[in-house]
């Protein structure tokens, strides 16, 4: 026996609020996802850059890119800063 109805209410009661507050997550999902300015400034300030050539996060000190493969040193060696 279900909380719902030891406390009186219809099973078909129990189901239209379990709707109801689905629903309700996922628009808050919806609302809540952050913004790109948001998660740089985060990657910023735990030391991350983007990769030149993949645009990855990646750490500021790595000479070669986790993801793509290729050499990040010759390219920040190569861009003006």
Known sequence: MTVW???GGRPG???FVGGLL??????????????QT??????RS???VPCPHCAE?????????????RDVA??????PA
Not at 38 to 43: D, F, L, N
Not at 74 to 79: C, E, I, K, L, R
């Open 22 to 35: 689905g629903a309700l997550g996922v628009f808050i999902l919806v609302l809540a996802k952050p913004r």
């Open 46 to 48: 735990r030391g991350l």
């Open 57 to 69: 996060s990646i750490k500021q000190q790595a000479r070669v890119c986790r993801y793509c493969q």
């Open 74 to 79: 010759a390219a920040a060696v190569g861009s």
């Open 5 to 7: 109805a030891r406390k």
């Open 13 to 15: 009661g129990g189901f």
């Open 38 to 43: 948001e998660v740089e400034s985060v990657a």
